[in-house]
Structure formats: structure tokens, C-alpha cells
């Protein structure tokens, strides 16, 4: 074992300390450790922050779909590509709530609403912060992502009462150009201080399964650990198959054990923040999922749809959750 290795494993049988000064090459070390050793220091990283026996769940809802003016390679809304998905308007708040009010009953603690969207209209932002002041008042964590935003709109989000905001790096920042170019990576970064300096809680994280490197999927690791603060939550996601878009033609599925491997890297480099196993967990055995929740895995979203791709059923997920002892609002 090289010495990087051997400082890795060193560090990570501490408890994992919070740094944010990552590099890929720290990262691949902990990547490569021999299975056993780096699920313990997972583990270990895990239950000195966590309940390992626990598990949170979300709920996603898509509150204004396609007709995005972004050309994200990835993704089924972008006006861009002839995917036939059908573009909507903003949806009544009303009817949000109603839907989120079904969440709860379900078993989501936290309700997370998405508009495919460059950036806010002011017009809409009201809208939004109705939406949000009246999800809170169901007793619900809430979460919103809206596309870029300027300090004032996120000042304006927070006064609202909004708890987290969700806007991913998707990729590593070798990789990024090669799946977007109307946004910038620093346009991101950008808008997470905004976000953080507005009070409210980041969730980030991104994509994998595009055609991307081990090394690009740790680069993002690294760009996430080395935020000046690390995200709250962050979500990994495998590229869900959507036909007519560019990622299409280089789209490959992560090795099962590469994802674990991922996660347990990534409890390990963010100790402190929740690891949602996010979109993409339809293609999932049960014992992957198993396997993913040993990692450090620690969130999950529920409900039969996401955004414009699926999800599996409430009902799955409530008998794996019971098999594995894992307590959740399923439960």
C-alpha cells in the first residue's frame, strides 16, 4: 500500500475528520483500499455522525417541467433536444400542497420541489415562497431548485423559510464542458455561496453513469469536500436512460461495486453530510441498495416518480427498509 493509502486509513479510522483540502489523488486512495477496510472506515465515519439504523426520505416534485432554456446533456427537459416530453407552466399552489400533504402521508419528512428553469422570474419566486411557507406549514422540510440565483433572490427564499436548496455540480470539473456549455461550472459555485451566505442549507452533489472517468466521479467528490463548507446533503445520482439527448451515446452504467465504493468514499470525505442515494434506484437490486445504505448511504427518495423518470414503489421500499432493521418515516 502506497503511503497515501496508508494516511487515508489512518485518518479514517479516527472518525473521518472534516477537511477541505481533498485531492483526487487522497481520493483514489481511499477508492482503492481493499473492499472490507474501506466499508469499515465508512462505517466508522457513519456512526460517529449518523444513526446507521436510519434512513431519510424525501419526496420530489416537479412544480414547472421541460421548456428549460440550459442544453445539460443529460437531462429530458432541456429545450434542446427532442425528447418528447411536453412543457408545462407553474403549477397552482393549491395543488402543490395537496401533493405534498399526500407525501407526508406516505412517509416523507422532507418535500423537494423543482422548476425547470434558468433562473427565477421575480413573479414566479413569490409564487415559489407561497409554496414553500405553506409546505413548512405541514410540518415538512423544504427544499427547492430553481436554476441559478442572484444573492437577493436567495435572501428572499430564506425569508420565505426555506431550509435547503438543491443545485448540483453535476460532474467533475474536467468533465463538465463536455455535458453542458450554457452554464458554467463557476456559475454554480456562484450561486451555492449565494445560497449559503443567504442562511440556508445546500444540497449538492451530481450525476454518474454519463460516460465519465473513476477519476472524473472523485473530482466531483473532491469539488463537493473542498466547498468552504461541506453540502448538507449530498445527492448521488445514475443517469437515468432518456432517448434524444447527447449523453445518450456515452452513457455507461457504473459496476455495481464502483457505486458502493463511491459512496462509502464519498461518507468518508463528508462525514457530517447526509448521502442520498437518489435517482436511479429502480435499477437497483435490493441487496445493492443494501450494500449502498452499509456505505454511509443515509437518504433516499420515495414516491413512484422523479421529476420525469421513475422511482420505486413506497411499498419496496418500505419491506427493504424493515428487512434491512432500518428505521425511516416508512416506519
Given at each position: 500500500?502506497?503511503?497515501?493509502?496508508?494516511?487515508?486509513?489512518?485518518?479514517a479510522s479516527n472518525g473521518a475528520q472534516v477537511r477541505n483540502n481533498w485531492?483526487?489523488?487522497?481520493?483514489?486512495?481511499?477508492?482503492?483500499?481493499?473492499?472490507?477496510?474501506?466499508?469499515?472506515?465508512?462505517?466508522?465515519?457513519?456512526?460517529?455522525?449518523?444513526?446507521?439504523?436510519?434512513v431519510e426520505t424525501a419526496s420530489l416534485l416537479s412544480i414547472k417541467t421541460?421548456?428549460?432554456?440550459?442544453?445539460?446533456?443529460?437531462?429530458?427537459?432541456?429545450?434542446?433536444?427532442?425528447?418528447?416530453?411536453?412543457?408545462?407552466?407553474?403549477?397552482?399552489?393549491?395543488?402543490?400542497?395537496?401533493?405534498?400533504?399526500?407525501?407526508?402521508?406516505?412517509?416523507?419528512?422532507?418535500?423537494?420541489?423543482?422548476?425547470?428553469?434558468?433562473?427565477?422570474?421575480?413573479?414566479?419566486?413569490?409564487?415559489?415562497?407561497?409554496?414553500?411557507?405553506?409546505?413548512?406549514?405541514?410540518?415538512?422540510?423544504?427544499?427547492?431548485?430553481?436554476?441559478?440565483?442572484?444573492?437577493?433572490?436567495?435572501?428572499?427564499?430564506?425569508?420565505?423559510?426555506?431550509?435547503?436548496?438543491?443545485?448540483?455540480?453535476?460532474?467533475?470539473?474536467?468533465?463538465?464542458?463536455?455535458?453542458?456549455?450554457?452554464?458554467?461550472?463557476?456559475?454554480?459555485?456562484?450561486?451555492?455561496?449565494?445560497?449559503?451566505?443567504?442562511?440556508?442549507?445546500?444540497?449538492?452533489?451530481?450525476?454518474?453513469?454519463?460516460?465519465?472517468?473513476?477519476?472524473?466521479?472523485?473530482?466531483?467528490?473532491?469539488?463537493?469536500?473542498?466547498?468552504?463548507?461541506?453540502?448538507?446533503?449530498?445527492?448521488?445520482?445514475?443517469?437515468?436512460?432518456?432517448?434524444?439527448?447527447?449523453?445518450?451515446?456515452?452513457?455507461?452504467?457504473?459496476?455495481?461495486?464502483?457505486?458502493?465504493?463511491?459512496?462509502?468514499?464519498?461518507?468518508?470525505?463528508?462525514?457530517?453530510?447526509?448521502?442520498?442515494?437518489?435517482?436511479?434506484?429502480?435499477?437497483?437490486?435490493?441487496?445493492?441498495?443494501?450494500?449502498?445504505?452499509?456505505?454511509?448511504?443515509?437518504?433516499?427518495?420515495?414516491?413512484?416518480?422523479?421529476?420525469?423518470?421513475?422511482?420505486?414503489?413506497?411499498?419496496?421500499?418500505?419491506?427493504?427498509?424493515?428487512?434491512?432493521?432500518?428505521?425511516?418515516?416508512?416506519?
Amino acid at each position: 500500500m502506497d503511503a497515501a493509502a496508508q494516511v487515508q486509513r489512518k485518518e479514517a479510522s479516527n472518525g473521518a475528520q472534516v477537511r477541505n483540502n481533498w485531492n483526487v489523488e487522497e481520493a483514489k486512495a481511499l477508492y482503492d483500499l481493499p473492499f472490507a477496510d474501506l466499508m469499515l472506515q465508512a462505517q466508522r465515519a457513519h456512526r460517529k455522525n449518523f444513526d446507521p439504523n436510519h434512513v431519510e426520505t424525501a419526496s420530489l416534485l416537479s412544480i414547472k417541467t421541460g421548456g428549460c432554456p440550459e442544453d445539460c446533456g443529460y437531462c429530458s427537459q432541456s429545450a434542446y433536444y427532442e425528447t418528447g416530453l411536453k412543457a408545462t407552466r407553474l403549477m397552482r399552489c393549491p395543488d402543490v400542497i395537496a401533493i405534498a400533504q399526500r407525501a407526508k402521508d406516505a412517509g416523507a419528512t422532507r418535500f423537494c420541489m423543482a422548476a425547470a428553469w434558468r433562473t427565477p422570474k421575480d413573479r414566479d419566486l413569490d409564487s415559489v415562497c407561497d409554496m414553500v411557507n405553506a409546505v413548512k406549514g405541514l410540518g415538512m422540510e423544504t427544499c427547492v431548485t430553481l436554476g441559478m440565483l442572484t444573492p437577493k433572490q436567495a435572501a428572499r427564499l430564506a425569508e420565505a423559510g426555506l431550509d435547503f436548496y438543491n443545485h448540483n455540480v453535476d460532474t467533475s470539473p474536467e468533465f463538465y464542458s463536455k455535458i453542458i456549455t450554457t452554464r458554467s461550472l463557476q456559475d454554480r459555485i456562484d450561486t451555492l455561496a449565494h445560497v449559503r451566505d443567504a442562511g440556508i442549507k445546500i444540497c449538492c452533489g451530481g450525476i454518474i453513469g454519463m460516460g465519465e472517468r473513476v477519476e472524473d466521479r472523485l473530482g466531483m467528490l473532491v469539488l463537493l469536500a473542498n466547498l468552504p463548507s461541506h453540502p448538507e446533503s449530498v445527492p448521488i445520482n445514475l443517469w437515468n436512460k432518456i432517448e434524444g439527448v447527447p449523453v445518450e451515446d456515452t452513457a455507461e452504467p457504473p459496476d455495481p461495486i464502483a457505486l458502493v465504493r463511491l459512496l462509502a468514499t464519498a461518507r468518508i470525505m463528508m462525514p457530517r453530510s447526509v448521502v442520498r442515494l437518489s435517482a436511479g434506484r429502480q435499477y437497483m437490486t435490493d441487496e445493492l441498495q443494501a450494500l449502498c445504505f452499509l456505505a454511509g448511504a443515509n437518504s433516499i427518495f420515495i414516491g413512484d416518480v422523479l421529476l420525469t423518470t421513475k422511482n420505486p414503489k413506497v411499498d419496496r421500499d418500505a419491506d427493504l427498509l424493515a428487512r434491512l432493521g432500518i428505521t425511516s418515516g416508512l416506519a
